[in-house]
């Protein structure tokens, strides 16, 4: 879910100081005053490259080599700008932590995020994301195909209050690192809502203790993204000073790993049901995270039944990029494969807010063609932001890549327009999230 991209965190005279060294004050002189020209972008809202695409694709590429450089010249325990290339944090054990807030980023963010399925059917999403005041923005759901789906009573709004301070917990939903990027522990105690598979409702008392296990390494989207679909996301822009300001102020740290999710869920009145699913977790943090900056995301995450983990989509946010692929391939011997191409074009998805049921995707990586079929089997809705800035489809689905059979999540985010109903409005008196 929370995804977020890893951007570009210099300060915009640092960033021309150098590519005007790198590249020649000649080359990047001209690189910037043709790419003030744009091309009409699609719908209004996709940039799509003009005729200097290509000079600003290896302009920024010259960019993305240096902070490589940079980053692996870093002394350890320093701490300084991530993104493109340079890493957050010197160790697991800093970047799989609870993050602090800096007081003087009102809208900063430290999310962690988990989901799940299984060939028979069971989902599971759990989430929370800790905010200034105390604010933690927090889903919870589960699937068992011959019962019904399990939500948190508060749903579809997420903004909740923290249980106790710097931790992920709220809402009756705890969740805690054992060992970093090994093993979290995922547990609840309190109402859910029960949507019964005909439609009928109910609060039910659900508790679990649930144990996550790591089976693939992680994926930083600050330095493990392949550099082309980086440099096609960039070159696709208007460049300004605002534009990389922008960019530099946007930045989240933001990485996935593949796991397994397995215990007993407590039912009430229904007895135990045991679940174990495949999936994704992740960890987001940064000193701005505001939902109103998104107009849409895309992303799938898939385990196969051979074992590969799969994440794929398309990321657009008019602020920074408008159209960023993501995604990776990990093989069950731990072999990573970077997405190089995708042919999602939100545009032509379910622009209208109506995200298809059934769909298509083709993607390269490494040097292997993939072909992805998806099939929607739930699709419960939440909204995220103190003014419900973003809804969310949470999408269950089945999948078939390469002919191969899998499961997961397929999480598709729209800007939303309709504001914060008056029944939801009695809850933190002061956020910006």
């Not at 599971?124 to 005041?133: E, K």
């Not at 102020?249 to 869920?265: K, N, P, R, W």
């Not at 807010?353 to 809705?381: C, M, Q, S, W």
Request: net charge neutral; glycine share 8%; aromatic share 12%.
């Amino acid at each position: 879910m929370e995804w977020l991209t890893s951007l570009v965190d210099l300060p915009a005279e640092t960033l021309v100081k150098y590519l005007a060294g790198t590249v020649g004050v000649a080359l990047f002189g001209s690189a910037v005053a043709f790419a003030l020209i744009p091309s009409p972008p699609k719908i209004g809202v996709y940039s799509q490259p003009n005729k200097w695409y290509y000079l600003k694709y290896w302009t920024f590429f010259l960019l993305l080599k240096v902070r490589q450089r940079q980053n692996s010249r870093r002394a350890k325990g320093e701490r300084g700008d991530a993104g493109y290339g340079k890493r957050s944090r010197n160790s697991v054990e800093d970047m799989d932590r609870i993050q602090e807030l800096p007081k003087e980023h009102p809208k900063a963010v430290d999310a962690v995020y988990f989901n799940g399925g299984s060939k028979d059917g069971c989902y599971f999403v759990g989430a929370t994301a800790r905010r200034h005041d105390n604010l933690i923005q927090t889903l919870l759901y589960i699937r068992f195909p011959d019962f019904g789906l399990l939500e948190m009573p508060s749903l579809p709004d997420t903004c909740l209050l923290g249980e106790k301070p710097l931790s992920y917990a709220a809402g009756g939903l705890h969740i805690e690192v054992v060992e970093p990027m090994k093993h979290w522990r995922l547990s609840f105690n309190g109402l859910m809502r029960l949507i019964r598979c005909d439609g009928s409702r109910d609060e039910v008392p659900v508790s679990f203790k649930l144990d996550w296990l790591a089976y693939t390494p992680h994926f930083d989207f600050d330095t493990d993204l392949d550099q082309s679909i980086l440099c096609d996301a960039i070159a696709r822009e208007v460049w300004s000073r605002e534009r990389f300001e922008d960019l530099k102020l946007a930045h989240q740290t933001h990485y996935e790993q593949f796991g397994e999710i397995s215990g007993v869920i407590d039912i009430g009145g229904y007895g135990d049901r045991k679940l174990q699913v495949q999936g994704v977790r992740d960890h987001s943090y940064g000193n701005l995270r505001d939902w109103g900056d998104l107009h849409r995301y895309a992303i799938q995450y898939i385990h196969l039944d051979d074992g590969k983990a799969i994440c794929i989509g398309s990321i657009c946010m008019p602020r920074t990029m408008t159209r960023l692929i993501i995604g990776y391939v990990f093989h069950p011997s731990g072999q990573l494969e970077r997405v190089k191409s995708c042919d999602i074009n939100l545009h032509e998805l379910g622009e209208d807010g109506n995200d298809p049921t059934d769909f298509v995707i083709n993607f390269i990586a490494g040097n292997t063609k993939y072909h992805l079929e998806g099939l929607v089997l739930d699709r419960p809705i939440f909204y995220m932001g103190w003014d419900w800035e973003s809804r969310i489809h949470e999408r269950m689905c089945t999948y078939k890549v390469n002919n191969i059979p899998g499961w997961g999540i397929s999480e598709w985010c729209y800007r939303n327009y309709t504001g914060r109903p008056n029944t939801f409005k009695p809850k933190p008196d002061k956020t910006d999230a």
